[in-house]
């Protein structure tokens, strides 16, 4: 029997818990379900979130995968058992300890931590103190834990809105005494949140450290433990005190990487060690047990300091991607539509089409600010080399070096913000605050391994464990 008040089908909607409830199936619902194909699955029949399709039955199966099943291919279910969950880590009061650091952990959505029910498959979200020591003890021995959900959002649902709020959310918990800021967000616009926040909270004496899980806690190879631990030891113990990104460094669970806020970006959709440093190497390797400097050009942590927060901005900022044969229409639209300011991520050392020309011109005659930056991402825009640059440059288009699109895009629409001037706005641009432009890039910040090539392979074995 299900318990009243419960919803025997939590999550489906539409025509999925339509089929379910002509089947006379439940969700926990262990089941035989056999396809038009005539393949057959057996699993548990799992929840599922309201901003999912309501096309799908969704079951965890016993090698510990789920798969979707459409609805139009199920040909019958039959319910072997059933596996109620307790869709909830019990609460264990987390251990406060005189002689540890406190920090504070943030959450912005999604799941920073969980563990797996293993009797039905159900991975069960922990966020409160009590929870995650459940979920992760080893957290206790770091430092003495408080957590504050500030909202739950997609990371591609996070907007301006949510980046000031989560700003002065930092400021508070800094000036309360926060030894230390984690931030739980989805990896997804990881990199963009960073690098407002790198601006937005400026002079910071303490880390503030962005993490998140590329793979959830019901995969064998799920970082999001691991994550967590380093950057709550990034968070009491670390040095840097700047918007970092804690992710896996490796794709093995050797160590993780710290990444500038402002020069990191998302680099593969489903592995672990997804992020990366463009532009510059990364800031330091951390352990469970360790803390190795890579980069020591860094803002040591100074209690002393005091944090500023500015969260002005201006969300009226786009970037256009240039491609061969780009219309002006578009840079007109986005004009029309009273939009601020443009960040082009052009080609080569800061390239676009002749027929671009006119429209570039009308916009900065309406006064439209309009920065270059490479779509190549590592490299500088290096505007006066060849006759393009310097007819843009002429037009009123300005050169932002080596400062990666996104983080562009965070700056202008925090610059704007402030003024409306022009020659400020420029000003602003291309005055460095957190290393969103540096005056080279190193000899080994860049390198991309091309599978197959015989120097390569070479490289690979060598350093391959």
Not at 2 to 28: I, N
Not at 266 to 282: A, E, L, N, Q, W
Not at 390 to 405: E, K, W
Not at 418 to 437: C, K, N
Request: charged share 20%.
């Amino acid at each position: 029997m299900v318990e009243s008040g419960v919803d025997p089908l939590k999550g489906y909607r539409g025509r999925a818990r339509a089929r379910l409830e002509e089947l006379g199936m439940r969700v926990w619902s262990d089941v035989r379900l056999v396809n038009t194909a005539g393949s057959v699955f057996e699993g548990v029949v799992l929840p599922r979130s309201g901003n999912f399709d309501d096309l799908h039955i969704v079951l965890k199966l016993k090698t510990g995968y789920n798969v979707g099943v459409h609805i139009d291919r199920v040909e019958s279910m039959e319910e072997l058992g059933y596996k109620e969950a307790h869709y909830k880590i019990p609460e264990q009061e987390f251990p406060i300890s005189p002689d540890l650091p406190s920090v504070t952990l943030l959450g912005t959505g999604g799941t920073i931590a969980s563990r797996l029910d293993y009797r039905t498959g159900a991975v069960i979200p922990a966020f409160t103190p009590g929870e995650l020591y459940g979920a992760v003890p080893e957290l206790a021995d770091i430092c003495n834990l408080t957590t504050r959900k500030i909202f739950g959002v997609f990371s591609e649902n996070m907007g301006w809105a949510q980046y000031r709020e989560l700003a002065e959310n930092i400021g508070r918990e800094i000036s309360g005494g926060a030894a230390g800021i984690v931030i739980g967000h989805g990896t997804d616009t990881m990199g963009h949140t960073a690098a407002v926040l790198s601006f937005m909270v400026q002079d910071s004496p303490v880390p503030i450290v962005i993490v998140g899980s590329q793979r959830s806690s019901d995969r064998p190879s799920s970082d999001a433990a691991l994550n967590l631990i380093h950057a709550v030891r990034t968070a009491a113990h670390g040095d840097i005190a700047e918007v970092q990104i804690c992710m896996f460094g490796p794709t093995s669970d050797r160590y993780g990487l710290l990444h500038r806020g402002t020069r990191c970006r998302k680099m593969h959709s489903s592995y672990r060690s997804t992020f990366r440093t463009v532009g510059d190497i990364p800031l330091c390797i951390v352990s469970r047990d360790s803390f190795s400097i890579l980069n020591d050009d860094y803002v040591r942590r100074d209690p002393s300091r005091r944090v500023k927060i500015d969260t002005a901005y201006d969300d009226r900022v786009t970037i256009l991607y240039y491609y061969p044969g780009m219309k002006p229409d578009l840079v007109d639209a986005l004009v029309e539509k009273g939009y601020k300011g443009i960040v082009i991520a052009g080609t080569g050392l800061g390239h676009v089409n002749s027929p671009l020309y006119p429209a570039l011109e009308r916009a900065a005659a309406a006064g439209v600010h309009v920065v270059m930056t490479v779509q190549t991402l590592w490299g500088f825009a290096q505007m006066y080399v060849y006759e393009t640059g310097r007819d843009l440059m002429d037009l009123g288009v300005v050169p932002l070096d080596n400062m990666l699109p996104e983080t562009a895009l965070m700056k202008l629409g925090w610059v704007l913000g402030h003024t409306d001037d022009h020659g400020r706005v420029m000003e602003m641009m291309r005055a460095p605050i957190s290393h969103e432009i540096t005056e080279r890039e190193p000899h080994n910040g860049y390198l991309i391994l091309q599978g197959g090539l015989p120097e390569t392979e070479e490289f690979v074995k060598s350093h391959w464990k």
